[in-house]
Antibody, heavy 117, light 109 residues
Framework: QVQLVQSGSELKKPGASVKLSCKASGYTFTTYPMNWVRQAPGQGPEWMGWINTNSGNPTYAQGFKGRFVFSLDTSVSTANLQINSLQTEDTAVYYC??????????WGQGTLVTVSS | QSALTQPASVSGSPGQSITISCTGTSTDPGTYILVSWYRQHPGKAPQLIVYEVNKRPSGVSNRFSGSKSGHTASLTISGLQAADEADYYCCSFATTTPVFGTGTKVTVL
C-alpha cells in the first residue's frame, strides 16, 4: 500500500537550517508529483509547493520562495525539504503529500519543526 | 489567492446531521468546482473525505456528502458519530495554487 514516511521531529535555533525527508513506498515514486504542506500551531494547512518527481523541477508558492528548497533522491524514493535561515515563525508541522487517485489523497505523518532560541 | 472562509465551529448530537460551509471571494466559478474536504483528528495528518465537490474516495463513509451553490461549497455529515469530532478543512484546486479554508472544529455533544 502507498506510504509516505517522514523523518522525526527537529529542534533548531533561529538562523540554522534543517532538512526533512519523506520516503515513499507502494507506488512508482517518479510517476506522481510530491507536494509539501505546512501547518503552523493552531492553524490550517498551507500549500508550500510541489516538485516534479520525474524532472526534479520544483514550484514554490508565494511566501515559500528563497529559503525553502525541494529536492529528490529518486534512488531511494525520497523527497526532501530544506529550510534555511530558520525563523521562529517556521515552527510548524510539515507534511509531504501526493496525489495518486484523488486530490492530495496520501499524506505523510508529518514532521514537527520547532525553532526556538 | 482568494481565501476560503469556514465557520470556526459547528456542533451536533450523535445521530444528527450537520453542514459546514466554505465560502470564497473569487468570482471565478471554477474555484468551486474543484473543492475537496479534509478531516483532521488531533495530532494526525489530514484525511481526504470528499473531492471534486461531491465525490468520495474509496473507503470513505457515505455519511459524508459534498455540494455547492454559487460561491459556497458545503460538507454535510449525517448520522453524526463521536469519531467525527475533528477539524475539517475545505480546499480549492481551481488554480495552480491549492488554497485551504480557515477550518471548522466539529464537536459532538
Amino acid at each position: 500500500q502507498v506510504q509516505l514516511v517522514q523523518s522525526g521531529s527537529e529542534l533548531k535555533k533561529p538562523g540554522a537550517s534543517v532538512k526533512l525527508s519523506c520516503k515513499a513506498s507502494g507506488y512508482t515514486f517518479t510517476t506522481y508529483p510530491m507536494n509539501w504542506v505546512r501547518q503552523a500551531p493552531g492553524q490550517g494547512p498551507e500549500w508550500m509547493g510541489w516538485i516534479n518527481t520525474n524532472s526534479g523541477n520544483p514550484t514554490y508558492a508565494q511566501g515559500f520562495k528563497g529559503r525553502f528548497v525541494f529536492s529528490l533522491d529518486t534512488s531511494v524514493s525520497t523527497a526532501n525539504l530544506q529550510i534555511n535561515s530558520l525563523q521562529t515563525e517556521d515552527t510548524a508541522v510539515y507534511y509531504c503529500v501526493t496525489k495518486i487517485n484523488y486530490d492530495l489523497d496520501y499524506w505523510g505523518q508529518g514532521t514537527l519543526v520547532t525553532v526556538s532560541s | 489567492q482568494s481565501a476560503l472562509t469556514q465557520p470556526a465551529s459547528v456542533s451536533g448530537s450523535p445521530g444528527q446531521s450537520i453542514t459546514i460551509s466554505c465560502t470564497g471571494t473569487s468570482t471565478d466559478p471554477g474555484t468551486y468546482i474543484l473543492v475537496s474536504w479534509y478531516r483532521q483528528h488531533p495530532g494526525k495528518a489530514p484525511q481526504l473525505i470528499v473531492y471534486e465537490v461531491n465525490k468520495r474516495p474509496s473507503g470513505v463513509s457515505n455519511r459524508f456528502s459534498g455540494s455547492k451553490s454559487g460561491h459556497t461549497a458545503s460538507l454535510t455529515i449525517s448520522g453524526l458519530q463521536a469519531a467525527d469530532e475533528a477539524d475539517y478543512y475545505c480546499c480549492s484546486f481551481a488554480t495552480t495554487t491549492p488554497v485551504f479554508g480557515t477550518g471548522t472544529k466539529v464537536t459532538v455533544l
